[in-house]
């Protein structure tokens, strides 16, 4: 793959569960030069809960960060600068990098839906070529239209794996995601669940905050990340995995398109499913979110293969492909 050949990238992402690395990697391995930083400027807990608010109120120690990184790469000259969200940048920030690298190509990739990222629509004018994961927020706001991605630790391997578990679940806690998996969790008897939380502050406020933290224990959540090596030997003995989507996004999420490239069966919340190029009801089930029901026949039927060419096009090397614009990816 000889597309990003020698080619530089500046790369702003949140640092979510490594994922970013793996961008990055793919990235050099198409032979690019690859500069990572966290798109995010903040980091303690209280901050990012402050952050729900609205990503102004960090603004100036904002321009700080970005502009101390930009001291340190303005002698660089990129080909390419990508930004995944930009929920953190202010505009002055952007305009300030358009004038230092002014031959790069400026590329923005939503992996969340604009209604959980205040303000970003606004700094679409600072970039040359904008894609999203959600397919309603590109069609409304005509760019290009880009689900995420499986990483190749989740390419499907031909062994015969025995389950453990009829549906595991392994997930950040938010919204009406611990309701739903009380609700689901309570009718299976075999399960593995990992309800992941970003601190203890959080797991508190949601404990008098949220009906359904009533009755739990501090004990009940995790607050350490879990690996992708690890997801993934947990998924390959299970024979679904749940998926529940935030209620204000339609876009597919990553445990999606992971469960797509372990051919993995997938238990989804998300209607929005049965409009993609990949959607098979004896591989799909999708529940209801207030009476979550995922019939015994599901569990029973074997996954059903897709074409390789719809297939592929879901791995993170046609997706980094494709959200700079270098090809339809």
Known sequence: ??????????????FFFGYEKKIAEKMREYGAVVSLYDEMSITKPLERAFLKISASIFSKKTERYYFDILEKEKENVYDYVLFIDCEMPTEKILKKYREIFSTAKFCLHLWDSLKNLKGVKDKFHCFDYISSFDRKDACDCNIVFRPLFFLDAYRAKKELVKYEYDISFIGTIHSDRY??????????????????????????????????????SISDFK????ESEKIAEVISKSKAVLDIQHPRQTGLTMRTLEMLGMK??????????????????????????SSPVIPEE??????????ESIYEYYSIGQWVLGVLGVCNG
């Open 264 to 289: 993995k069966k997938l238990v989804t919340t998300n209607s929005d499913i049965v409009n993609y190029d990949f959607y098979n009801e004896r591989n799909i089930c999708v529940i209801n979110r």
């Open 1 to 14: 793959m000889d597309l990003l050949k020698g080619k530089k990238i500046l790369l702003f992402s949140q």
């Open 179 to 216: 309701a739903i998996i009380k609700k689901l969790f309570d009718s299976t008897k075999m399960f593995f669940i990992y309800p992941f939380l970003q601190s203890t502050f959080i797991y508190y406020f949601y404990r008098f905050t949220k009906s359904e933290f009533k009755g739990t």
């Open 223 to 226: 607050f350490k990340k879990i």
């Open 298 to 307: 599901f569990y029973k039927t074997e996954y059903e293969e897709i074409p």
